[in-house]
């Protein structure tokens, strides 16, 4: 059962390539979770399964998160699912197709597969897509309150869902507290990803993330696509933005339609076996 570690400034993620796993469809829920486990498993932010087969695109591809739910969409984990492709010799071009159950992706690859563009689709702001609870709008510069504080946030879906919150008061340490009762408000049926955001000038960002199923996040790629489509339909940003986070920093490029394209780095970190212990234990 072989593993193969990357990540995407500081995101890190497992590749579970279904060929090196004949007697398994998915993985399950007890099993991802002591994969990822960083005491008892190899350690991640979620596991990658793929190239599996896909009437769209290319590739096929199903994302989990270390809880065991499974993601929409991850732009670190397309760009690490893209390596892992180009580093296996799986794709003859650069350029080529991926298919998430958020949607298809181009992927191209760059300087040798340490950096990988994105066109990640276009952001929407729309209630019922993202979703939200209420009538149906674009949810822009509305209110919510956790732990008695009130935050103006907008929503947006990349095909997964995203509350940003604009602040001045920019910390881990405000993401971790509010980041997890925010991710489950009855307001956001599916739950959301969270990202709080302060504006640094028209071209820069800096976001600091809580990930839906996962926690506190170093990194994101549709994060960031979120929260830079909000901070320009916000009208605080231009159409080129570098958003900085504590992994790193990603570019984003906002086209017609808010259609977003993502360039960032990615690293290799290990390959190797998982040994059937692993799953004696239970998490």
């Known amino acids: 059962m072989r593993f193969h570690k990357y990540h995407a400034l500081g995101n890190d993620y497992i590749v579970l390539d279904p060929a090196d796993f004949p007697n398994w469809t998915a993985p399950k829920l007890e099993q991802i979770r002591v994969i990822c486990h960083r005491n008892f498993g190899v350690g991640s932010d979620g596991i990658l399964w793929g190239p599996i087969p896909s009437s769209k695109a290319d590739f096929g591809l199903r994302i989990f998160n270390p809880d065991g739910s499974e993601a929409e969409k991850s732009g670190n984990g397309l760009r690490i699912f893209s390596r892992y492709l180009w580093d296996q010799k799986r794709v003859a071009s650069p350029i080529f197709t991926v298919e998430t159950p958020g ?5 191209e690859i760059k300087d040798s597969g340490t950096l990988i563009t994105v066109a990640m689709g276009s952001v929407s702001f729309d209630s019922e897509r993202i979703p939200v609870r209420g009538p149906r709008r674009e949810v822009i510069n509305e209110t919510l ?14 095909g997964n869902p995203h509350c940003v919150l604009p602040v001045e008061d920019l910390s881990p340490e405000l993401a971790k507290r509010y980041g997890p009762d925010i991710e489950v408000l009855p307001l956001f049926p599916n739950r959301t990803n969270v990202q709080f955001l ?11 993330i809580w990930e839906r199923g996962a926690g506190y996040t170093l990194a994101s790629g549709s994060s960031s696509s979120a929260a830079a489509a909000v901070a320009h339909r916000l009208g605080l940003v231009d159409r080129s933005v570098t958003v900085k986070m504590p992994g790193g920093s990603i570019g984003i490029e906002i086209g ?17 076996e998982i040994h059937p212990q692993l799953f004696d234990v239970t998490v």
């Open 103 to 107: 949607g298809v992706v181009q992927s």
């Open 145 to 158: 309150e956790v732990q008695g504080r009130s935050f103006s946030f907008s929503a947006a879906t990349i």
């Open 198 to 208: 302060r504006v640094l000038d028209r071209s820069t960002i800096q976001i600091e």
């Open 256 to 272: 017609d339609g808010f259609s977003i394209t993502m360039t960032g780095t990615v690293n290799k970190v290990a390959e190797g």
